[in-house]
């Protein structure tokens, strides 16, 4: 699983970063999402699908490679 | 004249709010609509506007999600709860709320900054300190106590001014605006002197605290607009008023009703008890059972989108119901069960999209550590009154008016 996040796209909700802190991240100037890892670790591939489907703003892709 | 007529034609359409037979529970009618017509006409009772309703969680995400909806308040066909006239409100600019993409990312992105997960987390010690300073008053006072006014209304609301930085003495101010604000039956007079009040205050507060910046979020958002000067001071204002407006309802109503829940429900009261660290789970099952603010999520369609198998027109409002998508029975197990425990529970209970409550972590902590310590320090924590007599509030906002307990 590779993962690619869009700040235009983010509005700061913060689903993902509490949802999967070992993954997502907010900076604390914007508050908006950043990639702890592009690559998560196959342990948390199903939680990480679950910060993504529930992304407020669609912000974050998913790529299988 | 105009209303008057819609009215004449839409009368065959349920009226919405719609009635329930369990004042805890969803309209019974969600259910038989969201089966046999899932994108369905309503008449709001309010305004008598026809709009459609929405009542499947994947209908739900799928629009609001969708760019070509509009959260314009000001529209003539946004669905509309408050009896106010269209032209009054236009007098006042629109909030957050109501802005669309690309003004709406301009305002929310000064906020963003400020309920980011870790600073929002940063916040636990204080929420807990805030919690345990109002029990320690219930318990003083002794039951019976009225929890609404005791605990649910004050609580978030000191909780949010601390954070803005509006000083305790002045609080007052912003709960006698809401109540108005909210009120089905506010003159317009009432609401025109609400605001005249609350805008001279915010005016006062940001004037000092852009000579004399404090260690509070108003502060922060000053300096943060002041260095780009992305919007005007009155939309500074307006943020501040939005956050206020948008927690102090919504939350106390939460509170009391998830206590009320609880207490009908003793074998999930049990399981919390037993387990403290439910109570995040729980908060998030009772944010899903009650959806409070259910139209909260009204829109009025910009260009023609199909969804399901209808059709929504350009310039239609309509209702995607929260409250409904929450109870869909195709996303959640046995809906209508209030299971403290259940996982995943993907609920829209703070809306999806860019308008997606940003204080939604804060709101879940903050319910989470009041269900918990007000259990934990009063266990035997019971209604004063029967459940029949609690009187309910089917306003813009679900509720009740006041909760009488003991112990």
Same mark, same amino acid.
């Given at each position: ?18 949802? +999967?802190?070992? +993954? ?23 939680? +990480? ?12 892709? +998913?790529?299988?490679? | ?73 000001? =529209? ?13 409100? /236009? ?17 929310? /992105? ?169 109570? =995040? ?43 409904? =998508? ?10 209508? /069960? ?70």
């Amino acid at each position: 699983m590779r993962l690619n996040a869009d700040r235009d796209r983010c509005v700061g909700a913060g689903a993902c970063a509490s949802t +999967v802190p070992a +993954v997502f991240e907010q900076d604390e100037e914007e508050g908006l999402v950043r990639l702890v890892t592009d690559r998560p670790e196959s342990a948390l591939v199903g939680v +990480v699908r679950r910060a993504v489907s529930m992304c407020p703003a669609q912000a974050i892709r +998913v790529s299988s490679e | 004249m105009t209303e008057m007529a819609i009215q004449e034609t839409a009368a065959e359409y349920p009226a919405f709010p719609m009635q329930r037979a369990d004042p805890l529970g969803p309209p019974e009618l969600y259910a038989e609509l969201r089966e046999r017509e899932p994108i369905s006409r309503i008449r709001m009772s309010v305004t008598g506007q026809e709009a459609w309703l929405v009542t499947r969680y994947d209908h739900y995400r799928e629009l609001i999600r969708d760019p070509r909806v509009s959260a314009d308040m000001y =529209a003539d066909n946004y669905p509309r709860q408050i009896p106010v006239p269209l032209e009054l409100l /236009r007098s006042v600019p629109r909030t957050i709320f109501h802005l669309d993409a690309p003004d709406h990312t301009v305002h929310r /992105r000064l906020l963003t900054p400020e309920f980011t997960y870790r600073r929002i987390e940063g916040m636990r010690e204080r929420t807990q300190q805030i919690a345990d300073e109002y029990v320690d008053r219930l318990l003083e006072k002794g039951g019976p106590v009225d929890l609404m006014a005791e605990l649910s209304l004050p609580m978030p609301s000191q909780a949010m001014c601390e954070l803005l930085g509006i000083p305790p003495a002045d609080r007052h101010i912003y709960h006698e605006w809401i109540t108005l604000l909210i009120g089905t039956d506010t003159t317009p007079e009432q609401h025109a002197q609400a605001e005249i009040t609350v805008v001279g205050h915010l005016e006062k507060l940001i004037a000092q605290k852009t000579e004399h910046p404090e260690d509070d979020l108003l502060s922060r958002l000053i300096a943060r607009n002041n260095e780009e000067k992305l919007v005007s001071d009155r939309d500074v204002l307006n943020l501040a008023r939005s956050l206020i407006a948008g927690s102090h309802e919504t939350s106390a109503n939460m509170i009391t009703l998830s206590v009320l829940a609880l207490l009908r429900n003793p074998e999930q009261l049990a399981l919390l008890k037993a387990d403290p660290s439910l109570d =995040a789970s729980a908060a998030d099952e009772m944010l899903r059972y009650f959806s409070v603010s259910d139209a909260g999520t009204s829109r009025v369609v910009l260009e023609d989108i199909e969804l399901g198998d209808v059709v929504l027109r350009k310039g239609e409002g309509v209702v995607a119901s929260i409250l409904a =998508a929450n109870h869909d029975p195709e996303v959640f197990t046995d809906p209508g /069960r209030i299971d403290i425990t259940r996982s995943p529970n993907n609920h829209v209970a703070f809306g999806t999209g860019i308008h997606q409550c940003i204080g939604h972590l804060v709101v879940k902590m903050q319910l989470g550590i009041v269900l918990g310590t007000l259990f934990r320090r009063i266990p035997d924590l019971r209604l004063a009154i029967d459940l029949d007599d609690v009187k309910f509030k089917n306003a813009a906002i679900r509720g009740v008016e006041a909760l009488p307990v003991t112990w």
